[in-house]
């Protein structure tokens, strides 16, 4: 799929026919439409007004592009705030905003819920058989809270089915602790402001409320379209992992394919790509391994510190190439043309301002011809990876918790920190989460999930007893799934397998480091070599800690300060397999060293060093390669057949220059 969202409604007829010549000459083939059309396809409460969408699906589909039809419920109309105030939503202080943006609701009014499924009815009924429908896109990424009496109401019901007596709520929530118990249901607030530190065991339900109430709002108005059109596939375009509101694996079973929008963190090329190698690998984790959609990626630009900043020339084909190398099946991006007026007129679109004329369309019109090259590996599957980093949203959520021993820590930083120094490695990785079969892999590394139930122990104990190699960062295991530590020494549940005992926290100041030296050896790029204990090895951020070995062995202590001498970097065989232990974040250098090495020797499949290579599979025995260098020489990669890019043939072995990159159809294997 190529295209992305097309907002016709701001546009006259002129613009209408400009943008069919012009979608045809980008080989545009998917528009995403009615976002956020609710005021105009409901200009007042029950009377409808489609003429305008009826006219976009005909020209769309007369044009050969295909619709992916939203819902609009994001963005109820001015009516219907007015008419149900109730449904407005309330900040934590109990402020209620008012409508002039969008996303102005609470998804757990009644209201609101009535309004949205009735519209979502409407549509399914129109335009369930319009030949242009190819799938439908329910409301625009799920992700506001509200903390209204509606809220708290269905809250309360969330928590019931969760503990069933409010003993075991108390329990779960340490309740005991500043006069907090309580006797009723009645008495159970969402965690609105408070004088001080909120209770963390109520903070961390809400979320997770939160996660499964704008699900079921999701699953309700699946089901009502789904009553339309049992054939078409049903999804919903969820935000990237930082910004995310909902726990993504329990959605990713809901949706027909799972559909991400990704705006880039960094216009830098290697950051850019780093970090479209892990929201990819995420997304592709969320839908267990089958290939997904990217719904909405920014042409051009990245918004930096509120900076508008700009990927340079011919980044955006090479960015959505990689994308469709982890698994993605289409390049699609927010918005076709960019708009005169709104919120986001400044926002980059495939046809910006300045017109055809431009090199932004220029742009446009080179990724088109490629994709549409690339038409045949639509659908087939991603090679799983030998290697797999946990990602956890509980832990994620948790870890923001007011009052903990470092705001800093954040868990998608480790993670990414993890995932981003394999990639370094030219390590291939998938995204999974705690809990999950990790049999099939030989590399697990679990960064900073702080929350760990015992159950998700047990499967990590399994995987390394069994032969696996388990590498675990600081911050990880430390309470349970209710946000209750566990006890005599940390991290209590993994301390078995790890053969550590963790007495203290010691976390740093932003701007400080820590040094380590090897205890006995280092690792020189990915091998041990026999080093004096005093030369500093790698330094560490963000976290230390007082570690005792009980039964591991010591890799590195710290250097210097209240620790000097003390275990930082630790390695235990347990059962048949062997679990690293990292005390501290290791600089970028040193932790692709590490992993690079414990990879190695766990026979991980690497490529040179920056250098990504992936494989997609077809179900007719064809696969295609995906190879990018982003290292600063001459890669070369075993591969037969044909380049789709440039038609050329390869034989045996592919050359990839520095910073290039090559899609390769195999002969069969
Ligand atoms: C989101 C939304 C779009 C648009 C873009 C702007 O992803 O879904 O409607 O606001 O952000 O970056």
Known sequence: MFGGDYNPEQWDAATWAADDALMREAQVNTAT???????????????????????????????????????????????????????????????RLWHGSRDTYCAAAPAYREASLRIAAELGKRYGSHPALAMWHVHNEYGTMCWCDHAASAFRAWLRARYGSLDSLNEAWG????????????????????????????????????????????????????????????????????????????????????????????????????????????????????????????????????????????????????????????????????SRAGAEMYHPALVPHAGPDSRMFAETVALGATLSRLGEVAGSVPVPASAAVMVDASSQWAL????????????????????????????????????????????????????????????????????????????????DEQHRIWLDGYPGVLRDVLGIRVEEFHPLQPATSAGLVADGGSWTGRLWT?????????????????????????????????????????????????????????????????????????????????VSVTRREGTDGRSWLFAFNHGSSAAWVPTSGVDLLTGVAVAGTLEVPPGRYAVIREEAR
């Open 400 to 479: 923001q918790t007011r009052g903990l021993p470092s705001p800093h820590v954040r868990h998608l930083d480790v993670a990414r920190a993890v995932h981003g120094a394999l990639w370094r490695s030219g390590i291939g990785c998938d995204v999974v989460a705690a809990g999950a079969d990790l049999s099939a892999y030989s590399l697990v590394a679990v960064p900073a999930v702080y929350l760990m139930s015992s159950s998700s122990a047990a499967s990590l104990r399994a995987y390394v007893a069994g032969g696996g190699q388990l590498v675990v960062t600081f911050c990880s295991g430390i309470a």
């Open 33 to 95: 439409v009615g976002v956020f059309s609710w005021a105009l396809l409901e200009p007042a409460e029950g009377s409808y007004s489609f003429d305008w969408l009826d006219a976009t699906l005909d020209r769309l589909h007369a044009n050969g592009v295909r619709v992916v039809l939203a819902t609009p419920t994001a963005s109820p109309p001015p009516w219907f705030t007015l008419a149900h105030p109730d449904a407005l939503p309330v900040r934590p202080d109990g402020s």
């Open 175 to 338: 309740t005991a602790f500043w006069s907090q118990h309580y006797s009723s249901w009645d008495e159970v607030l969402p965690p609105r402001a408070t004088q001080y530190l909120p209770n963390p065991g109520q903070s961390l339900d809400f979320r997770r409320f939160w996660s499964d109430e704008l699900l079921a709002r999701y699953v309700e108005q699946r089901d009502v379209l789904r009553s339309h059109t049992p054939e078409v596939p049903i999804t919903t375009n969820f935000m990237g992992p930082e910004n995310l509101v909902m726990d993504p694996w329990s959605w990713g079973r809901e949706v027909d394919a799972v559909a991400v929008d990704h705006y880039l963190s960094s216009a830098s090329p290697v950051a850019g790509a780093a970090d479209i190698a892990f929201v990819s690998d995420w997304a592709r984790g969320i839908g267990g391994g089958r290939p997904w959609l990217l719904m909405e990626q920014a042409p051009s630009t990245v918004i930096s510190d509120g900076v508008l900043t700009h990927r340079s020339p011919g980044r955006m084909l090479s960015d959505s190439l990689e994308y469709v190398a982890r698994g993605s099946d289409s390049a699609l991006f927010f918005q076709w043309r960019a």
């Open 530 to 610: 026999e080093r004096p204990r005093t030369e500093r090895l790698w330094t560490g951020r963000l976290w230390t800690e007082r570690l005792r070995a009980e039964g591991a062995s010591v890799l590195a202590a710290y250097d210097s300060g209240d620790l000097a001498g003390l275990p930082a970097v630790t390695k235990h065989s347990f059962g048949a397999g062997t679990a690293w232990y990292l005390s501290t974040l290791l600089s970028d250098d040193a932790l692709a060293a590490l992993l690079g090495s414990i990879a190695d020797a766990a026979g991980v499949p690497a490529s040179p060093p920056g």
